[in-house]
């Protein structure tokens, strides 16, 4: 217990985080349908269409040796431009999709500079991002907006989140060499690659197709297909640096065809050491600073009432945490592995109020396609990669699989 902390503050402060913990439960049966995109963002990546200015001609590479180059790449520092793009095909809906990730996804009291909420914004739309790196203790994403920007500054043990618009400031603690709180998102192609290659299994054709050259440096294009049917998944491309190994541009196109789904890529990158200045961060004059959870105060909740194991959300929230690994049950493997998630809250889509806007569950509803089977009743939310399956029963069923595998997956379980 800290000092001067009493039994009865303890208790509000539990009952506190128990509260929010069953808000965000049940915010989680409001943004399926319209937030999907942010499945993607956290199972897949999110992604630019970089134009190749030729193909250089290069030594012969095995697909193997080229994962093995990927995986060995220990560049520490570099700087330069992204481009993420992501084109999930969802209907317009006026910037509410944003609003909605934002409100079920936001800690930090609510502040528009707390990360968990202001990079949910990238699983949408296109973006320019500037980035930098300096070993593991110092990373920055700046997000260029009209007129304004985004950074996420890690310096050390210090996090920091500046929204130039609001003039908001979010401050958390890490612990040294990253293993403190994180508030990072994947914002890089070799972000995407390592997500990706941790996955690649005899469900996966991995071939080398060829060069390309991506902000003025020679690549090989590494090619990644689904061999399984069922998945929306077409074939993701990776362009890798000839001489370093990093992963310079990620596009992910479905097997629907047409445009790419998610596509990243560097517009301009240098591998030098950034200059000292480029992390240092102090709070602008008038400026409002929320403070997020330090590491020991995270670390002082491990165990709920009942035992339940507890997970930290981005903004250092605790919440319990549900059956298998990550919080959920997955089904099926590979490209057709479908993750189950029990909101627990039973009756189907939530109806709302006259203070959230009228009849929400008729407007969701309006967004996807009913279906039923030996579950009961449930509806289907589409995109051109994740798709989402609510049934009535509160179960939600997310895979980058079709609407036919998520009714068997929901009829099997």
């Keep these: 217990m800290a000092p001067y902390e009493t039994e009865d503050s303890t208790g509000a402060a539990q009952a506190d985080d128990e509260l929010r913990a069953e808000r965000r439960r049940k915010a ?5 349908p319209v937030a999907v995109m942010g499945v993607a963002a956290a199972t897949i990546g999110l992604v630019p269409a970089l ?12 697909a193997q040796e080229l994962i093995n180059k990927i995986a060995k790449s220990d560049v520490q520092q570099l700087s330069g431009t992204v481009k993420i793009s992501t084109d999930l095909g969802l209907p317009d809906l006026g910037g509410l999709e944003n609003g909605l990730l934002s409100g ?7 502040s528009s500079a707390d990360p968990s909420a202001k990079l949910t914004e990238l699983a ?9 790196a300096d070993g593991p203790d110092r990373q920055k994403v700046s997000v260029l ?13 210090n996090v920091w989140g500046y929204d130039s618009k609001s003039n908001e400031v979010y401050h958390s603690t890490a612990a040294a060499s990253g293993k403190g709180e994180r508030h990072d998102a994947p914002a ?9 290659l941790k996955s690649v299994d005899d469900t996966t054709s991995v071939k080398v197709d060829g060069t390309a050259q991506v902000a003025g440096r020679d690549a090989y294009r590494l090619v990644v297909k689904p061999k399984q049917s069922g998945t929306t998944v077409g074939a993701i491309s990776i362009a890798v640096d000839a001489r370093t190994g990093t992963p310079l541009k990620f596009t992910l196109t479905p097997s629907s065809g047409g445009a790419a789904v998610i596509d990243a890529g560097y517009t301009q990158v240098s591998f030098a050491k950034p200059a000292a200045s480029t992390f240092d961060f102090t709070p602008p004059k008038g400026a409002k600073v929320t403070e997020g959870d330090s590491p020991d105060k995270a670390g002082r909740a491990e165990k709920g009432d009942k035992g339940d194991k507890i997970t930290r959300t981005p903004g250092g929230h605790a919440t319990p945490e549900a059956p298998g690994k990550n919080g959920f049950d997955v089904l099926g493997k590979g490209w057709n592995a479908i993750a189950v998630v029990d909101t627990g ?26 279906v039923s089977g030996k579950f009961g009743k449930g509806t289907v939310f ?32």
């Design 382 to 413: 589409s995109t051109r990669l994740i798709n989402a399956l609510m049934t009535d029963d509160g179960k939600v069923y997310v895979g980058a699989v079709d609407k036919a595998a998520l009714v068997k997956a929901a009829n099997a379980g």
């Design 188 to 196: 890089t192609p070799k972000d995407f690659a390592d997500q990706l």
């Design 51 to 62: 134009a190749d200015s030729g193909d250089p001609d290069l030594p012969k590479i095995t």
């Design 28 to 32: 989680t049966r409001y943004v399926v």
């Design 104 to 110: 079920a996804t936001q800690g930090g009291g609510g």
């Design 124 to 132: 949408s739309g296109t973006h320019t991002l500037r980035v930098a």
């Design 145 to 157: 907006e009209s007129g304004a920007e985004y950074s996420l500054i890690h310096n050390g043990t």
């Design 345 to 370: 809250d039973k009756g189907g889509l939530p109806s709302g109020s006259a203070s959230a806007g009228g009849d929400l569950g008729g407007f969701l509803g309006s967004l996807g396609d009913p």
